[in-house]
């Protein structure tokens, strides 16, 4: 196995807003995600590195959730000098958010199960798929 030139140097959770919904009645079936993601990266113009942001949105379009909650994780990633421009823009694209978002299942499963509800625990998503003109993940 060899190391990857792409390095993440740095993550940090940047914001988080969790509200109940004391109206929510919970039914015997299981929740219907209403998961938005979305990707921002800024390149420093000089370093091979760049912070990207990946933000998540859940039940945001729904009044019948448990919760709304909106969670913003950053990373500051680098790579080799060298590395073509087409590796580098996959990995800001797909890898970074991916590993972003290894990040913010966790949490939302701790957070619902500190908030008294059954833990919820995220599905894995394809950044594959990413619709590239406005950083949204399907």
């Known amino acids: 196995m060899q190391k990857s030139v792409f390095q993440v ?3 940090r959770l940047k914001k988080v807003d969790f509200k109940l919904n ?5 039914k015997d079936e299981k929740v219907q995600f ?7 990266t800024n390149r420093h113009a000089e370093k091979p590195m760049a912070e990207v942001s990946l933000t998540l949105s859940l039940f945001q379009k729904t009044n019948d959730a448990p919760f709304v909650c909106d969670v913003v994780y950053q990373g500051l990633f680098t790579w080799e ?3 073509p421009a087409d590796h580098i823009e996959k990995y800001l694209s797909c890898n ?4 972003l978002y290894s990040y913010i299942r966790p949490l939302i499963t701790s957070l619902t199960t ?3 509800l059954p833990p919820l ?4 998503m394809n950044f594959q ?3 590239k003109k406005n950083g949204k993940h399907k």
């Open 81 to 83: 000098k060298g590395t």
């Open 129 to 131: 798929s990413e619709d």
């Open 96 to 99: 970074a958010p991916a590993l």
């Open 114 to 116: 500190m908030s008294n």
């Open 9 to 11: 140097i740095s993550q």
């Open 121 to 124: 625990t995220l599905p894995f």
């Open 22 to 26: 004391p109206e929510y009645v919970f």
């Open 34 to 40: 209403d998961i938005d993601l979305k990707t921002d």
